[in-house]
């Protein structure tokens, strides 16, 4: 695609309930990276993929989070068990290699 | 393990004025450096990218430096306008693919 897309823009659960996450990167990029942003905080990196490998998982918070990438493109980032501090805004972003990075308008989760 | 730094933390200044921020890294081994910017509510849309073996980059208004045994950028704004208003964000990327982030500096641009 043209860029860096992400779905749902916006979803409200209820504490307890499990929630997944899409990302879908631009065509070709090898990398992509998923960080979480809390209001009025900094970026939170959570893991990086290279392809379908996922080198770096050391960000994610709990066991309660995962994530996996399928045929080196679209991936998902799970969250089970739903917690009111997941409440955040979890942004994807995707690079060729060392190159570039380009971010998704992100997906805005709130939890009950 | 890499920290950047950006100061100030917000800025607030009169319409068509030279502005510059600034970002600070504590490791030199670094990829690139990248500059972003962050409307409210928003992604994150890239302005400059920078390889280690650069000086500079420049787009625009914008001109991005780089002084890696230092461990300094800067980005410098000319002529400043309302719509530069956001939050300006550097990235250092590492050899292990980590990627690095300033906790940006919140620009206003006064009309």
């Known amino acids: 695609g043209a860029g860096v897309s992400q779905s749902p823009s916006n979803k409200v659960t209820e504490k307890g309930k499990d929630v997944e996450l899409r990302c879908d990167p631009i065509?070709?990029?090898?990398?992509l990276y998923w960080y979480r942003q809390s209001l009025g905080q900094g970026l939170e990196f959570l893991i990086y993929f290279q392809g379908n490998s996922a080198p770096d998982k050391s960000g994610l918070p709990s066991d309660r989070f995962s994530a996996e990438r399928t045929g080196g493109s679209v991936s998902t980032l799970t969250i089970q068990r739903t917690q009111q501090e997941d409440s955040a805004v979890y942004l994807c972003?995707?690079?060729?290699?060392?190159?570039?990075?380009?971010f998704g308008e992100g997906s805005r989760l709130t939890v009950l | 393990k890499q920290e950047v730094t950006q100061i100030p933390a917000a800025l607030s200044v009169p319409e068509g004025e030279n502005l510059v921020l600034n970002c600070s890294f504590t490791d030199s081994a670094i990829y690139n450096l990248q500059w972003f910017r962050q409307d409210p509510g928003k992604g994150l849309t890239s302005l400059l990218l920078?390889?280690?073996?650069?000086r500079e980059q420049t787009s625009g208004r914008l001109n991005a430096s780089l002084d890696k045994s230092s461990g300094r950028s800067t980005l410098y704004i000319a002529a400043s306008q309302p719509g530069d208003s956001a939050t300006y964000l550097c990235a250092v990327l590492t050899g292990a693919n980590n990627l690095f982030f300033g906790t940006g500096t919140r620009l206003t641009v006064i009309p």
């Open positions: 920078i390889q280690s073996s650069q």
């Open positions: 065509s070709g990029h090898t990398a």
């Open positions: 972003a995707s690079s060729f290699l060392v190159g570039e990075l380009f």
